[in-house]
């Protein structure tokens, strides 16, 4: 279900890097790895100094780790190193 308002805030911010981030994490959850790598190069690209371990310090705040835990693994399989 979050595709598609992650595919939207992309388009319309395209320059926002956690857009990307947001979007290449759910496109490798639901095994698009391709697209996944492509919007992970996009976040890289934007961001070149970007890394898990930022995003995960930002994310502290998760109510439930798992959600954390699920949103990072993503990333890693998205093609997005921790550190």
């Known amino acids: ?3 598609p308002p992650f595919r939207e805030c992309t388009s ?3 320059d926002m ?3 990307h981030v947001w979007l290449a ?3 490798a959850q639901l095994g698009q790895l391709d697209e ?3 919007e992970a190069a996009e976040v ?3 961001d070149p100094k970007y890394t898990i371990d930022g995003t995960q310090r930002r994310l502290d705040l998760f109510k439930r780790p798992e959600d954390a835990d699920h949103l990072f693994d993503g990333l890693r399989k998205a ?3 921790g550190k």
């Open 17 to 19: 890097s956690l857009g």
């Open 25 to 27: 994490a759910n496109l």
């Open 44 to 46: 890289l690209r934007l």
């Open 1 to 3: 279900e979050a595709l």
């Open 79 to 81: 093609g997005l190193l």
């Open 36 to 38: 996944a790598r492509a």
């Open 12 to 14: 319309r911010a395209p």
